[in-house]
């Protein structure tokens, strides 16, 4: 069996949607549920591997680190209750606030929209799960008008 190297995969698709997308010198980047395992390790990876060739952004409700994403990060596992993001990095937005999120990815000018939030089935509100998975994720997908989509 072949092993797969996810951020390897991922670099391929950037690279295919920048080609023919990216208006700018460094293609901005936004990642929805950037607090959340996946997209915090994202997120790291692409600003400390490729500092000058993007410039990534970050959108989540919270604004604290998910423990999954603290648990497989830290060595001292120490708690931290901010994410390590600047403030000109961070939007804090729910993906259901339709009229938010449209107006950060427009005056953002985000090329490319990684769209990671998600709330999890272990969540007892499933009417909570349904409008940040279902409607959260329509209204990402209707942003992007003038940026690629790469949803996971």
Do not use: W
């Not at 395992?37 to 060739?53: E, Q, V």
């Not at 970050?58 to 120490?78: R, T």
């Not at 940040?132 to 790469?150: D, L, P, Q, Y």
């Amino acid at each position: 069996m072949i092993g797969i190297d996810p951020l390897h995969t991922l670099e391929k698709i950037l690279m295919t949607e920048i080609k023919t997308e990216s208006s700018s010198n460094q293609p901005r980047i936004l990642i929805t549920g950037v607090s959340g395992l996946i997209g915090g390790i994202l997120f790291k990876y692409l600003t400390k591997t490729y500092p000058n060739k993007y410039q990534v952004f970050g959108l989540d409700l919270n604004i604290n680190i998910s423990s999954s994403y603290q648990v497989n990060n830290n060595d001292d596992l120490q708690v931290e209750t901010v994410l390590p993001f600047s403030s000109e990095k961070f939007f804090q937005c729910d993906v259901t606030d339709r009229i938010k999120l449209h107006q950060i990815i427009a005056e953002q000018k985000i090329d490319i929209i990684i769209h990671l939030a998600a709330v999890l089935e272990d969540d007892p509100d499933h009417e909570k799960i349904f409008r940040v998975n279902t409607e959260g994720t329509k209204n990402v997908f209707e942003a992007r008008k003038s940026s690629s989509f790469i949803f996971t």
